[in-house]
């Protein structure tokens, strides 16, 4: 059901691309990782987004940026938004992961981290408004901004400046981060969208 919706949207959404380009950052726990930077076209200052991609990783082809996420990076840049993608798979090494059962990086270790770096990267642009950023994630992605926003979080220790001003995810297993924590809070307003009728990933078993 998801696939297709997905793909009934890329055949009738304008394929107007947004521009971008792959920008070298720190992740927030030391690692060099990378994202995609798009940008709209004046020169701002602006809100801004920070993505968490799904499992399927950030890439496709030749080191382009995957359908989902530049159709979302267009929909944000037409919107006003400065967007940073961040890539938390292919610095590592890795590709796709939905496949694997013992995944080398983990939604709730290294991606928080991850996306602590991507709000400073943001806060040092001067086309950024440094206390409107949000973070947005899918699926895994939605899973990283759990662990990324909740109260307590260790990523959080890193911040230097505003933290994020509002959070969205799309289709996360809540379960990941409430079979590991009693009394979960997020520190920010959070929205979470979660389809009825998902056949990915069972509903029932996200909240």
């Known amino acids: 059901m998801r696939c297709l919706v997905i793909l009934v949207w890329l055949f009738l959404a304008p394929q107007a691309w947004a521009s ?57 840049t037409d919107g ?54 949000a973070i947005m994630g899918w699926s895994n992605g939605a899973i990283s901004l759990l662990w990324t926003v909740r109260d307590g979080a260790s990523a959080a220790t890193a911040l230097d400046g505003p933290d994020f001003r509002t959070a969205v995810g799309y289709y996360p297993l809540c379960n990941d981060v409430l079979s590991r924590m009693d009394n979960y809070l997020p520190r920010i307003p959070v929205l979470i969208q979660i389809g009825a009728d998902d056949d990915w990933t069972d509903p029932e078993k996200k909240i």
């Open 80 to 133: 006003g938004y400065v967007v940073l993608a961040v890539d938390s798979y292919t610095p590592r090494g890795a590709g796709s992961l939905c496949q694997e059962r013992d995944r080398p990086v983990l939604a709730r270790a290294e991606r928080p981290w991850d996306a602590i770096g991507g709000l400073q990267f943001l806060q040092e642009r001067s086309d950024v408004i440094d206390d409107k950023i």
């Open 20 to 76: 971008g380009a792959w920008e070298e950052f720190w992740s927030a726990d030391g690692t060099i990782i990378r994202g995609w930077l798009a940008t709209p076209e004046d020169d701002g200052p602006h809100a801004a987004v920070v993505m968490m991609h799904s499992c399927f990783g950030l890439v496709e082809g030749a080191d382009e940026l995957a359908a989902h996420d530049k159709a979302w990076a267009d929909i944000l």
